[in-house]
């Protein structure tokens, strides 16, 4: 079976840098920039466990699958 692939976006425009999805994300694929905003580092590492999406106070994070579609974990 071939393994999933998952892409993190991140609206910088909403993030304000709380750090929350950083701090629950188990395989540490965002982290805070120069600019205090949430930024995927390690792309290729998503699982798809979606706790950064559920944890955002500002809905500023979205994981697609690796056709571009929402998923829904």
Request: contains cysteine.
């Amino acid at each position: 079976m071939e393994k999933k692939h998952f892409k993190v976006l991140v609206n910088a425009g909403w993030c304000k840098g709380c750090g929350l999805c950083v701090s629950v994300c188990p395989k540490k694929v965002l982290a805070l920039n120069e600019r205090v905003k949430s930024e995927p580092v390690n792309q290729d590492d998503c699982i798809g466990c979606h706790q950064c999406d559920f944890i955002c106070p500002d809905l500023a994070i979205t994981v697609q699958n690796d056709e571009g579609e929402s998923s829904n974990g």
